[in-house]
Every structure is written in C-alpha cells, then in structure tokens.
C-alpha cells in the first residue's frame, strides 16, 4: 500500500482527502503544514505528497523548495485555490511535479496520483512493464514470453517514452528534441522513419500499439486496459 503524505491546514480538506484515499486503496498520512509535514517524513515513509500551498509556518512552496534542494525526488502534487499563471509557474519552478485547482474532482485527483506514482516508479527501477511486456532501460531491451531482445538506442528511447505517458501525443518536434537533442541537424522525418521501424518490430504485440494523430504526432494506446 502507497503512503500519501496529505499536507494541508483546513481540516475538512483533510479529513475528506482521507476518505477518498482510503477508498482508492491508498494509505492517507496527514500533516496540517509544511514543518508537520517534514517532521512526519523524518520517522515514515512516503512515496507521494499532496500539497497544499497557502499555509501557516511553512507553505507549500517553501516545503517543495526544501525537498528538492536536499535532493529529494519524492513525486508531489499541488492542490491549491491559487490559479494564476505565475502561481503555477512558481510551483513547477520550485519543483512540483503537478498542479490542481481546488475545488479538486476526486475522480481526477486519484488519476494523477496513479500517474505521478507509475511514473516514480518508472524512474526508480529502470523498469516499464505493459501487461507481458517489459523494457529494461539499462539494458535498452525489451521482454515478452520468455525472448530478450536489445533495441537500437534512438527506438528504444522513442519507445519507452511514449509507453512511459500512454495516450499523451507527442509531436515530432518533441520526440526529436528528446531523443535527438535540441541541437540536432536531422529532420523530423527521421523520426517517421524509426516509428516505422518500432511498428513493424511490434506489430504482433498483444499489449500496445503506436497510434499516428494526424497532423500531431504519435502515442501509445494500451490495449485491454482494465
């Protein structure tokens, strides 16, 4: 079971973040503000923090600020009533790793924490597994019914990516950008040409496919998701 770390100093909000973890099978650990919150993280473990930002001693930017300057890349979600540009801005500069908007749907906020857990997850181990399928980054290969098979670095790069934020659409531009550099001379072209390649490489995959958006780009749809 997840610990969520739930910092926040209204207690109705807290007590109803409680609920709705613990209902999503989520083991809720709450702190009324910041300085609570890093004494609560000295003695337990926490793989998530949903934050607040407006609080008393210590507010949800400075508590952000503080993990990341000691090196701590404990996935945190801002849940605040501050909805201005320059708010988000500030969060994401202090190093949130997402932004909610009180009043929050439930529903939504149990998806991005799912999300924002896969994807620490992804980062820790090195490791994506779709249903049968798994990627080791380390080893650039890929996995299915027993056979090992090491990709080339630019498809491998291609593929973990997309399967890393399924359904999310990349356009060329960011998939060169990531895989290629910024300072790359190739055309955008180029990458048709491995996504070409990483089709015809999984074209009998029973667990995902590469889905064009035209005139977008590309993403990754899981089949038999749920």
């Not at 930002?53 to 090196?71: A, S």
């Not at 990516?161 to 190739?186: C, H």
């Not at 995902?208 to 038999?224: A, H, M, W």
Request: one cysteine or more; a negative charge; charged letters at 30%.
């Amino acid at each position: 079971m997840f610990n969520i770390l739930v910092v926040e100093d209204d207690a109705g909000t807290r007590k109803l973040m409680e609920a709705v973890l613990l209902q999503n099978g989520y083991q809720p650990i709450l702190a009324e503000n910041g300085a609570s919150a890093l004494e609560i993280m000295d003695q337990k473990h926490i793989d998530l923090v949903v934050l607040d930002v407006m609080m008393p001693k210590m507010d949800g930017f400075e508590f952000t600020r503080t993990l990341r300057e000691g090196d701590c890349n404990l996935p945190i979600l801002m849940v605040t009533a501050r909805e201005g540009i320059e708010d988000k801005k500030k969060g994401f500069l202090v190093g949130t790793d997402d932004y909610m908007v009180k009043p929050v749907n439930n529903d939504e906020l149990v998806l991005r924490i799912n999300a924002l857990l896969r994807r620490s997850r992804i980062a820790n181990e090195h490791k994506l597994t779709i249903g049968d399928t798994t990627f080791n980054y380390e080893e650039l290969s890929v996995k299915r019914d027993g056979r090992t098979e090491t990709l080339p670095l630019k498809e491998f790069l291609i593929i973990y990516k997309l399967l890393a934020y399924p359904n999310k659409i990349f356009t060329r531009l960011q998939i060169m950008d990531e895989v290629w550099g910024l300072e790359t001379s190739t055309d955008e072209h180029s990458v048709d040409v491995h996504i070409n390649r990483l089709r015809n490489r999984f074209r009998d995959n029973p667990d995902f496919e590469i889905v064009t958006i035209r005139g977008l780009g590309y993403k990754v749809v899981i089949k038999n998701e749920g």
